[in-house]
């Protein structure tokens, strides 16, 4: 965290955090207000409609790379504000009845931030100081996430739709300037001469990289490791007598793990640990915490677990996203950073559905007993194909 204070990168990442605060805090209100009014299936269309947009990533990713991404994301935040003040002055029952299209637009809007900060930080920092903007950066987008729905609830209980989304509109238009950063002077890719299409065209820069679709891939698969936390921990916290508290507890403490984890897997002690073994024995611990989780006989052992899960998991994802930054070209981290985001995104419906699908044959402990297993098997093939692996030095 010693990096917050230069000028560029802490306007970078105070522009990411309200961002990725007023995203969360959208995507609660159009879920609440859908569930409110028109019940279970129009929430459901929500995230939906919020999946579908993840699959124009590839799209805003080529804009990253051939526009300067200050600009991009001024744009996304003015179409952001737009669309909040425009909800303000509907109904509930209007928003509730289109909320699906709402919460598309939302989401389009905000493919860019996450793919910006992650193409931009090269250019700020030397590869040795890359792990800790990475860790700093994860730790902004951690209590974003929860500070935006939090005051997206408070607001809408006590004063309703319209002025929740007129607050998030004002934190959109906060976040407008703080796109201004000071960046690398940076080519625009120009389009060649009978170019494939986009998308085409993104995922056939990712096949030209072996190492970072190996990275990928472990993310993705980690994240379905991790799809019973979302799923599964709260009937297994219900048959530990705990209630809707200790579930939003745990998850409380998965956020504070997390943010812990970041803490240190930025820290000087982690500048001479080689990227490969933090990966390693971050998965191991993952897989510890995750057999804690099933094995726990009271809802404090299953936080305590939860916690560890929630620590060990940046020692994942600091390394990975600062190998991907270093693997990536600078003319194509647009297209390859959106186009991973957005099969990340999409990734995590299809786990959380496969995990409810789970719940109808099995107890939720032996959910998390399959995901430690497969994350053990992770663990195992990472250790054993770090010889074999391109660019592993």
């Given at each position: 965290?010693?990096?917050?204070h230069?000028?560029e990168f802490r306007?970078?990442i105070?522009g990411?955090?309200l961002?990725?605060?007023?995203d969360?805090?959208?995507?609660?209100?159009?879920?609440?207000?859908?569930?409110?009014?028109?019940?279970?299936?129009?929430?459901?269309?929500?995230f939906?409609g919020s999946?579908?947009?993840?699959?124009?990533?590839?799209?805003?990713?080529?804009?990253?790379?051939r526009?300067p991404?200050?600009n991009?994301l001024s744009?996304?935040c003015l179409?952001?504000?737009?669309?909040?003040?425009?909800?303000?002055?509907?109904t509930?029952?209007?928003?509730?009845?289109?909320a699906?299209?709402?919460?598309?637009?939302?989401?389009l809007?905000?493919l860019?931030?996450?793919?910006a900060?992650?193409?931009t930080?090269?250019?700020?920092f030397?590869p040795?100081?890359?792990?800790?903007?990475?860790?700093?950066?994860?730790?902004?987008?951690?209590?974003a996430?929860?500070a935006?729905?939090?005051?997206?609830?408070?607001?809408?209980?006590?004063?309703?739709?319209?002025?929740s989304?007129?607050i998030?509109?004002?934190?959109?238009?906060?976040?407008?300037?703080?796109?201004?950063?000071?960046?690398l002077?940076?080519?625009p890719?120009?389009p060649?001469?009978?170019?494939?299409p986009?998308?085409?065209?993104?995922?056939s820069?990712?096949?030209?990289?072996?190492l970072?679709?190996?990275?990928?891939?472990l993310g993705?698969?980690?994240?379905?490791?991790?799809?019973?936390?979302?799923?599964a921990?709260?009937?297994?916290?219900?048959?530990?007598?705990s209630?809707?508290q200790?579930?939003?507890?745990?998850?409380a403490?998965l956020?504070?793990?997390a943010?812990i984890g970041?803490?240190?897997?930025?820290?000087?002690?982690?500048e001479?640990a080689?990227w490969?073994?933090?990966?390693?024995?971050?998965l191991g611990?993952?897989?510890?915490?995750?057999?804690?989780?099933?094995?726990?006989?009271?809802?404090?052992?299953?936080s305590?677990?939860v916690?560890?899960?929630?620590a060990a998991?940046?020692?994942?994802?600091?390394?990975?996203?600062?190998?991907?930054?270093?693997e990536?070209?600078a003319a194509?981290?647009?297209?390859?950073?959106?186009t991973?985001n957005?099969?990340?995104l999409?990734?995590?419906?299809?786990?959380?559905?496969g995990?409810?699908?789970?719940?109808?044959r099995l107890p939720?402990a032996?959910?998390?007993?399959?995901?430690?297993?497969?994350c053990a098997?992770?663990c195992?093939?990472?250790?054993?194909?770090r010889?074999?692996?391109?660019?592993?030095g």
């Open positions: 965290m010693r990096l917050i230069r000028r306007r970078l105070a990411y955090a961002s990725t605060a007023g969360a805090g959208v995507r609660m209100l159009l879920a609440w207000v859908a569930l409110e009014q028109r019940g279970v299936a129009a929430m459901s269309g929500v939906v999946a579908a947009a993840c699959l124009l990533g590839p799209l805003v990713g080529r804009a990253l790379d526009h991404v200050r991009i744009a996304a179409a952001r504000a737009v669309l909040l003040l425009a909800l303000a002055l509907l509930p029952q209007t928003v509730a009845a289109h699906a299209v709402f919460a598309f637009l939302s989401a809007f905000s860019a931030h996450g793919p900060v992650s193409k930080i090269p250019s700020m030397t040795e100081k890359m792990h800790e903007a990475n860790a700093s950066s994860g730790v902004a987008f951690l209590a996430s929860a935006g729905p939090a005051l997206g609830g408070a607001v809408l209980a006590r004063h309703g739709l319209g002025a989304c007129a998030f509109a004002a934190v959109f238009l906060a976040a407008t300037p703080l796109a201004h950063f000071a960046t002077p940076q080519a890719d120009q060649a001469e009978g170019r494939s986009d998308i085409v065209d993104s995922f820069a990712l096949l030209r990289m072996p970072v679709l190996t990275l990928a891939a993705i698969a980690v994240n379905f490791c991790l799809a019973p936390l979302n799923v921990l709260a009937p297994h916290l219900l048959s530990l007598g209630g809707p200790g579930f939003g507890g745990a998850m403490v956020v504070v793990g943010i970041n803490l240190a897997a930025g820290s000087r002690l982690m001479t080689r490969e073994d933090s990966i390693l024995a971050g611990a993952v897989a510890c915490g995750l057999v804690a989780v099933g094995s726990s006989t009271s809802p404090l052992q299953a305590a677990a916690l560890i899960v929630g998991l940046p020692f994942i994802q600091v390394p990975v996203a600062t190998r991907l930054q270093s990536v070209p194509q981290a647009g297209r390859v950073f959106s991973l957005s099969a990340t999409l990734a995590a419906p299809l786990a959380a559905a995990v409810g699908l789970l719940l109808k939720p032996p959910v998390f007993f399959g995901a430690a297993a497969a098997l992770l195992a093939a990472w250790g054993l194909g010889r074999e692996r391109p660019n592993a």
